[in-house]
């Protein structure tokens, strides 16, 4: 690939990326589009004012959703998306930042030393490979190494800072995030699951009997969890037709009447008083509450948030397979099918969906080797020898070897989040954020995989496969690979990068389902049945992903640098705008996705080492080698560091922050209700409805 | 080697054997002897009647030592030794079983398989060479390797069975232990580190006001941590001083005049009665207690067993690196002088030690590579050609290949324990016990790597460094040494297993300083000084290895399996011998070992499953192969199960238990003491004296 097919990749994708923002500014101004690019604002304030009104403005492009998205402070992000979209844009801006000093070290320094590398003609700067921008046209036994390795430092020292003050600020964001937060069920309330089976006592007994026998001065009460049966599905149906129903403009009951409780006047008065829903439908009244209902596991409301931390983190009985306890999930966070599942099951599942997961890694091989050969052409016509004339074309040839493997690579990749949100869902959480972090992670690892690892192995399917055995080539085999793959990696960035965000603006999906239903249903209604919260298990991992090919093409090939962090500051508007207008935000992790990213970025950072240190070797430097094993070995004490330092933050509540917390309770309880009676109201008013 | 080889080192190790263990039962019956042989004996009963009368019988070799072991109930030994001598028991129990239905297995089914595996005239079976009964013998493609699968079916179910058997009667043993231990200041005491430092305020002052603030209910008291200075040592010293005067026999004070007190009698006064000794020798009146001495480390007592371990199990401060909380060690566990460690370093030590075992371990593989030349005679006259008539002498080939090797590992290997230990107490562990656990599992690595790993890389030094970094070929590489190692392996049985165990018991060590000690310093008073707990760090890697040894070989060459059971049924008797005649118990983990010994068996396990499928692979029998992968999946299935069920015990402490606990002490408590402060009054001696 040569500058031209390289610019000409370019301009198709800016082309089509300020098509696509300028067409995204006209759309988002229709008001039948409103509930697509403006849900959690509609949703926020209920205003479904209808602006049907016509004016000439609404069909001109107009960049006031950039300025907009701008000016929108981190406290704004803060209370509209919670900490996990802010740890989101911290990510985003991390990367800004550290890929900044890397792109003028780069582009200033390395770039040259690799243009002037070896003693050549180099031809008109249009037709010259972009071979010659990247460490390949490096002589070997060349003393101008010490730019690559000097950059390498100054890029490693920068992201280590970064990160160090990152991490200190996500963590104390989330200390002030528990504490400011208002006294909430999920802070009270443990998940015991696997309750001992005894014979003539119910579930619910037994509970009772364990927590007042042993924690009797802060147990307060427990509900526990019934099986999903039929009924149970019905009333939960009903629960929604009756939200429908309240959520009527302007308070008018709908027409259509309802047969299970008689009318929508009396829904709408027992769901504004849940006691009252709790006594009409009660469990008892529609046998369900029965004893063969019941399932083994429990939520407990304790008084105070530090009795509930303390039954959480002590092992309850001599047999750690049962009375196992957890803290409760939020109401809204609950996974409420996963919870029935027996908890000696949970083990086995999660050992089939790691395999499940490492199968469906390995077969998902064959696209990607497929997508490899397009960037070879010559593999390409000697595979399809009819298609030889036309590959001989030079647009076809650009767009072919710029443009298609990324796309159809991308196209694949649409498979994969719903897999793994799938296996992630199988695997047994009791949390829709513990799933989707775990789906995060699985997908992350797939991303790095397929994507990086398998693009960079010359010999396809079978050599990669050869590869895992012995891993100690890895970096070698990567080394030789960089240079040579660094042309698809930048078409990468420029079609998979950008094109993604022009289609999370876009939302091409919702935008379809909406049209489709205004024009085909005719149903002009717009309804927050289809408001998503942020899809943080797919938008992470792309994040870091082009993390990773950043650090380990910086140095490399640092042609990629400037496409990627446009990349990145397009993100942190486009993400911005999406946090403020669409995602709600249903429930939040508080900031559980910053390990992962930290981890991640830790990872990159090593790996980027350890191929320098494969081509230094390849470029008979044994100095600069030698130079770059000090920095993983500070690299990897850098990380152990912040492990210490601020991941049990993230696992563990923190005694003293509860205890204060426990006592301003006690304070203000005094004089009103207990926060912890509240919780437990909330609790099983939630726990019978979903 | 050939049989005869075979049987030459199996007699010169069975008359050896005979020969220490008669010369151990005659002097065992000298009274001179008598600390040496009896030492736990001896300070249990306090009687040091010396027993000088002369009889013949005391010159004649008898069993009665043997017969002695063998009748000691597991019971006693519980009573004697501790939880951790009985789970060092059943680890010797469970390797006779297991071995006793390889054998049979083995010898009966594989054996004549093996020896019949090739078309050919089988030689006197004098002449007839080791590699006739491995399955090296068998040919390629033959139909009757399902015996050696089978017979690995066998060994693996019969493994885990008995595995999972003897970890569910440990942990109802660690359980009951826990329980029926009487109050000990290590239950209700935790320690505090890494205090933080606030101007003006002293370390003591602030521990006073963090746990009298958070945990005004239950806390008691506490202990700070002085630095260990110059006084102090002169204390122990005048400490020690004190002791032995009290332990003159018939209470005579001694004659000489102590410096430090005026007088031996007051000393004895002041040991019986502590509460005068701190009084008298308070830190107050030396100057030591003052805020320059105080390091940042405390022990709070608690007012309950379950108040001390919630405070060790959250998470204490906003600031993970301080007010960092575990469980303390029992007061004789103690190691004091890792006490003034700063817990900042503590990540950092562990790294370094770690890197330090690393190249320990590498650097160990010189010694290794020149021993395993001895065992090939053609490469050893090469090397040294002086040596070549020498050599072609019968005997001495015979003590070269089956002897030498053996003995020159073993000396090597003599250096570790000190070298590991050393690492251990490096890596800053605040108990004795703690110390011995890290330091086993080091030496269970070396042991695993050194003897097993690298001896059987035909390669040398350079060819197993290589094969780290190709781990996939591991099986591999060891399924082609194994039949060809059988010898040596048979022979390290032989010298270095039976050998240990006629030094174990012989312990030529004490026997000498003894020795010297009464006819050299002319001191005829036996002290108990000199008495050491049981070295588990040295012993419990020693038999894992001969379970690796006897795993991995059962199938491959059966006739290593004789001599490993005799190994296991004398170290059965030996070890009970030791226990309850020699080893003291200062303090114990309560089991701790056998999560060890459980993890090392499975991997054993595994290890043989694996090279069982590369032996299969080779010998051209892909349905023996196949028939082999669901065994390894069941056995990593198993090992996950057992880590699910047993496990935790061995890692928290179980809530139910210790409020049981508590409440009993409660009741007893109302009409007596307070355990607690006991516990309390008993810690702050040792503190002030260790």
Redesign the interface.
């Known amino acids: 690939m040569d500058i031209d097919a390289l610019l000409t990749s370019a301009a198709i994708n800016t082309g089509l990326s300020v098509l696509l923002f300028s067409l995204y500014s006209i759309l988002r101004k229709q008001p039948s589009n409103s509930i697509v690019y403006f849900g959690r604002r509609l949703a926020s304030l209920n205003n479904r004012n209808s602006r049907n009104h016509f004016s000439f403005e609404r069909f001109v492009p107009s960049p006031s959703w950039i300025v907009k998205a701008w000016e929108t402070t981190e406290n704004e992000i803060l209370a509209i998306g919670g900490l996990d979209a802010v740890v989101f844009q911290r990510t985003l801006v991390f990367s800004i930042r550290v890929f900044s000093i890397a792109a003028v070290m780069c582009l200033f320094l390395v770039l040259p030393v690799n243009y002037y590398g070896q003693e050549m003609k180099h031809k008109h700067i249009h037709a010259e490979s972009l071979n010659v921008f990247t460490i390949a046209n490096v002589k070997e036994g060349s003393r101008w190494l010490w730019a690559h390795c000097l950059t390498l430092y100054i890029i490693s020292c920068s992201a280590c800072v970064l990160l160090y003050f990152e991490y200190k600020s996500i ?1 104390k964001m989330r ?1 002030a995030h528990i504490t400011t937060s208002p006294p909430n069920p999920s802070h009270f309330t443990i998940l015991v699951r696997s309750i001992p089976y005894s014979v003539g006592e119910s579930y619910s007994n037994s509970v009772k009997k364990f927590f007042t026998d ?1 924690y009797s001065s802060s147990y307060l009460s427990h509900q526990i969890v019934y099986r999903c049966g039929l009924v149970q599905k019905l009333m939960v149906d009903a629960e929604k037709i009756c939200t429908k129903i309240k959520a009527v403009p302007n308070g008018q009951p709908s027409l259509k009447p309802c047969c299970l409780c008689g009318g929508s006047t009396s829904f709408k008065v027992l769901t504004d008083e849940p006691e009252t829903v709790k006594d009409s439908f009660s469990y008892s009244n529609l046998n369900l509450a029965t004893r063969d209902n019941e399932r083994s596991a429990a939520f407990v409301i304790f008084k105070t948030r530090y009795a509930a ?2 039954a959480t ?9 049962s009375w196992v306890t957890e803290l409760a999930p939020e109401p809204h966070d609950v996974l409420w099918s996963n919870l029935c599942i027996p908890f000696r099951q949970l ?2 599942r999660k ?1 089939v969906t790691l395999l499940a997961t490492v199968v469906f890694m390995v077969l998902f091989l064959a696209p990607v080797t497929f997508v490899q050969g397009l960037t070879q052409l010559e593999k390409l016509s000697q595979t399809f020898p009819f298609l030889r004339g036309f590959l001989k074309q030079d647009l076809i040839n650009h767009v072919l070897t710029g443009y298609l493997p990324s796309v159809i690579l991308m196209l694949f990749l649409y498979t994969v989040p719903p897999t793994m949100m799938l296996f992630s869902s199988v695997e047994g959480p009791v949390s829709r954020s513990g799933r989707k972090r775990s789906a995060c992670l699985k997908i992350l690892y797939f991303t790095i995989w397929n994507v990086f690892f398998v693009n960079h192995v010359s010999g396809g399917f079978l050599y990669a496969f050869n590869m ?6 890895i970096p070698v085999e990567l080394a030789k690979a960089i240079p040579n793959q660094a042309s698809f990696f930048v078409t990468y960035v420029l079609t998979s990068g950008w094109a993604s965000l022009s289609c999370e603006v876009m939302q091409p999906f919702s935008l379809l389902c909406n049209f489709l239903k205004k024009h085909l249903r005719r149903n002009h209604e717009d309804s927050s049945d289809g408001l998503v919260s942020f899809p943080y298990h797919t938008e992470v991992p792309r994040v870091l992903l082009f993390g990773l090919i950043g650090f380990t093409y910086s140095v490399m090939a640092p042609l990629i640098l400037p496409f990627l962090l446009i990349y990145f500051l397009l993100a942190y508007l486009v993400y911005r705008n999406q946090v403020v207008n669409v995602y709600i935000r249903k429930y939040e992790s508080g900031g559980q996705l910053w390990p992962i990213v930290h981890n991640t970025t830790i990872f990159s950072l090593v790996l980027t080492q350890m191929i320098a240190i494969g081509v230094f070797g390849i470029k008979k430097s044994p100095i600069a080698s030698g130079f770059t094993i000090p920095l993983i070995i500070c690299t990897l ?1 850098f990380n ?2 912040c492990r ?6 993230f696992k ?6 509860l ?1 204060e917390m426990d006592r301003r309770d006690e304070q203000s309880g005094s004089d009103g209700r207990d926060p912890s009676t509240d919780a437990f109201s909330i609790l099983s008013v939630t726990a019978n409805f979903s």
Do not use: C, H
């Open positions: 963590t200390l042993y931390v303390i983190q002590m092992l309850q009985s001599p047999n750690p397979m083990w086995l050992i895992l055995s012995s891993v100690g080539d004490l152990e560091y210490q330092r601020f991941s049990p933050i563990k509540n923190v005694a003293q922050v205890i």
